[in-house]
């Protein structure tokens, strides 16, 4: 029985790779009446008697999974998000953040087209960067035009799983031709219609660029925090995560109980006003999302 990790899902095929090469394979039918569906980045074992004919026969644990889009054992999440077409979202950015972060998956953030913006925009997104870099992030700025900001990622994909994630039309794959140009992954422009951008890549597939592994995926489909309890939520907040711990009441949402060590250190401005508002709007998403369940 032999080894290897999955590294594209396509059709039905999974596409299995080790140091013998790459196999097509389907999944046993045991799998479906077991409930486990074998995802991109899997380390899987199987079997093959030639390299298009091949079944996988488990799966084995992961530290973590992403359902949508599908992919297990991530590192790392390069989290794309353009300064214009479509415009830079401090709101989404958190919601990404949450899901990240609840997933146990260290993010990189990437703020890409600034050569597009003015100086007055420009001098926000130096803010924004601050602020995030004052929490503990990553943080870079990229031009499509400028070939030596985009090479600024690859000493951070070196030795790593990573997930390229982000709304469409931010230049996720743009981005990954410039990292490696013999990749020659579609690419479309933002659709004036629909104010976003075509959507062009259909399945998630591991890329050997820069000494690592990295995934372009069709992005999220779902930013909802279905799993997510409201006494976890500030887990995910970073600058909120320790404070935690010194509020009187164990559970503490933060909202509207006394004592609340995380809403004295928000009054004292030591948490940013739009990351604490955020989390009041993802905390009542998700009383709300329990009352419907």
Known sequence: MAEGKIIKALSGYYYVKNEDGLFQCRARGNFRKRKIKPLVGDEVQFEAENRTDGYILDVSERKNELIRPPIANIDQAILVFSALEPDFSLLLLDRFL??????????????????????????????????????????LFASMNEKSDINDLKPFLEGQMSVVAGQSGVGKSSLLNVLDPNLDIETNEISSHLGRGKHTTTHVELLPIADGLV???????????????????????????????????????????????????????????????????????????????
């Open 98 to 139: 949450v899901h990240i972060e609840a997933n146990a998956i260290k993010p990189l953030l990437v703020i890409s087209k600034v050569d597009l913006v003015d100086a007055e925009l420009l001098a926000s997104l130096h803010t924004y960067k601050s602020l995030y870099e004052s929490i503990g992030y990553t943080v």
């Open 215 to 293: 995934a372009d995926t069709p992005g999220f489909s779902s930013l909802d925090f279905v799993d997510i309890l409201p006494e976890e939520l500030s887990l995910y907040f970073l600058e909120m995560k320790e404070l935690s711990t010194e509020c009187k009441f164990r559970g503490c949402t933060h909202s509207s109980e006394p004592h609340c060590a995380v809403k004295k250190a928000y009054e004292k401005g030591e948490i940013a006003q739009s990351r604490f508002e955020h989390y009041l709007q993802f905390l009542d998403e998700i009383k709300n999302q329990k009352k419907r369940y």
